[in-house]
Nanobody, 124 residues
């Protein structure tokens, strides 16, 4: 299962970006999807996740209130809308398809497939 993450770029602090994660319908639409990020010199960390039906979402404390995860199953795409970006949001962002449908898990071991990553750089 190949996931395609896109939408990264360079933005000034306070700006916004929307990341996209697209996957094949049969292997994507019935599963939860998560976003993770890895900053230089740091471990990859959980950012947000959404259940298969979009009814449940989870966010890390560092992004809650600024980032929104949502999905469009007609387009087999999960989005991460990022607003009020800060320099500390600079990282490579990865999307991943969960092993499960109804839970928004924060651990990497609960995800089966990963996208290639998209770079987000926030300048101060």
């Amino acid at each position: 299962v190949q996931l395609q993450a896109s939408g990264g770029g360079l933005v000034q602090a306070g700006g916004s970006l929307r990341l996209s994660c697209a996957g094949p319908r049969r292997a994507f639409n019935n599963y939860a999807v998560g976003w993770f990020r890895q900053a230089p010199g740091k471990e990859r960390e959980f950012v947000a996740a959404i259940t298969w039906d979009g009814r449940s979402r989870d966010y890390s404390d560092s992004v809650i209130g600024r980032f929104t995860i949502f999905r469009d199953d007609a387009e087999t795409t999960v989005y991460l809308q990022m607003t009020s970006l800060r320099p500390e949001d600079t990282a490579v962002y990865y999307c991943a398809r969960s092993l499960y449908s109804r839970s928004t898990d924060r651990l990497e071991k609960d995800y089966a497939y990963w996208g290639q990553g998209t770079q987000v750089t926030v300048s101060s």
